[in-house]
């Protein structure tokens, strides 16, 4: 298959990913209009404190990184090349030993040349986070194409 900007939310999922996030065994998991979600599941090289056996934090963070760059591409529905301008993460408690973990993202606003977006981390409800996120990018030359509201 031959990878096609314009229809690359269609075809993330038949894709895996590569660098950091194919490391990780980060994959795609769903998505919907206005949102995407990333799975990663648990991996005992990926632990952070061997005594209770919980992921460190720095995969979590690469997760969400990618999600909520992924729920812009989903916003404007094509590729953009973009840059992490901040990304904070406010972790609510460590991610349960053995379980995967689902970052979920969505795009609020996508500007001239920045975009906004938030997400929220889970190993299995939604309403029980592991951390919430707040990311913003930037296109480095050129600007977001056009989204209606």
């Known amino acids: 298959m031959t990878f096609n900007p314009a229809k690359m939310m269609d075809q993330i999922d038949l894709r895996r ?3 950091h996030g194919g490391r990780l065994g980060i994959r795609f998991h769903a998505r919907d209009a206005d ?3 990333l ?3 648990y991996a005992e090289d990926m632990i952070g404190d061997e005594d209770s056996g919980v992921i460190a934090s720095g995969p979590i963070i690469a997760m969400m990184d990618i999600a909520t760059s992924l729920a ?5 529905a094509t590729f953009v090349p973009h840059a992490t301008v901040d990304l904070r993460i406010d972790y609510l408690r460590p991610a349960r ?3 995967t973990v689902i970052g979920r993202a969505e795009c609020l606003r996508v500007a001239r040349s920045i975009s906004f977006t938030r997400g ?3 190993d299995g409800d939604i309403d029980d986070p592991v951390a919430h996120v707040a990311a913003t990018f930037m ?4 600007s977001y194409p056009r989204v209606t509201p």
């Open 72 to 76: 812009v591409w989903n916003r404007i």
């Open 139 to 142: 296109v480095p030359s050129g």
């Open 97 to 99: 030993p053995g379980r």
């Open 39 to 41: 799975a990663m599941p």
């Open 35 to 37: 949102w995407v979600e």
């Open 120 to 122: 929220i981390a889970h």
């Open 17 to 19: 990913f590569g660098g």
